[in-house]
């Protein structure tokens, strides 16, 4: 079965209280790619919102010592700031893709404007000499199907999330690390930020402690950690 229709059936069947977090795997704004939810042991991390300094190099350094990779979706405006970060993280091993280039809420925008800010973190990475997956994550995870049509137009695959940490506000990483718990069924998109779209220098101490546990604990019980390229491929859907 498709996770859409997964996501589709519950989405009818949940009260409001679930309708928001359904809503992320929801494909009635278009489709998106979000894991192979319940379906195998892997887990995808993914961190948006970087590069920020010094919390996205203090989570290198969680992800090294766990000898896992993970996905970035990275904010343009960002990379042009710190490249140094950006190379680290390719230097690494991690895979990047494409956050927009100021974090705008893109069903507002026409779509002359939507391809203008997928074009331009694409070219603040190729003007850095980064390369990226073809992977994009809309800000604030809103989309509709005309943003997610610019997008493919560009060659983007649109990537959603089946598991939310609440991470981009202020928190603990108990709390974060318990979302993650309550939340995973095995093959999720795990949605967490090392970075803050306002500014540079967001707190995000608390992702990486999580990140932290998460991976250690769920490394012990025989779960495999993915990157969002690595589970596309081991899957049969049409992505
Ligand atoms: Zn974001």
Redesign the pocket.
Same mark, same amino acid.
């Given at each position: 079965m498709l996770p859409y229709i997964i996501g589709g059936a519950a989405l009818g069947a949940a009260g409001f209280a679930g309708y928001h977090s359904l809503a992320w795997r929801s494909q009635l704004y278009g489709e998106t790619f979000i894991g192979t939810p319940g379906r195998d042991k892997r887990l995808a991390l993914t961190y948006?919102?970087g590069p920020n300094d010094p919390h996205t190099l203090h989570l290198l350094d969680v992800l090294a010592k766990h000898e896992v990779k993970a996905t970035f979706?990275l904010?343009g405006k960002f990379v042009q700031e710190r490249p140094d970060i950006v190379q680290r993280v390719i230097a690494e091993g991690h895979v990047i893709g494409n #956050?927009t280039t100021t #974090?705008p809420r893109l069903p507002l925008l026409s779509a002359a404007n939507v391809r203008a800010e997928l074009e331009g973190c694409a070219s603040a990475l190729r003007d850095a000499g980064f390369t990226h997956e073809k992977i994009f994550?809309p800000?604030?995870g809103l989309r509709r199907p005309a943003t997610l049509r610019v997008a493919r137009e560009l060659g983007y695959t649109p990537v959603m999330w089946t598991v939310t940490c609440w991470d981009?506000k202020k928190t603990t990483a108990d709390r974060v690390a318990q979302h993650a718990r309550r939340q995973i069924t095995g093959g999720d998109v795990i949605l967490m #930020?090392d970075g803050g779209?306002k500014e540079m220098g967001a707190d995000r101490a608390h992702t990486v402690i999580a990140s932290d546990r998460i991976i250690g604990e769920y490394k012990q019980r025989g779960f495999e950690f993915v990157t969002v390229p690595g589970m596309m491929a081991g899957q049969s859907q049409n992505f």
């Open positions: 948006d919102d979706f904010i #956050h #974090h994550r800000p604030f981009w #930020h779209f």
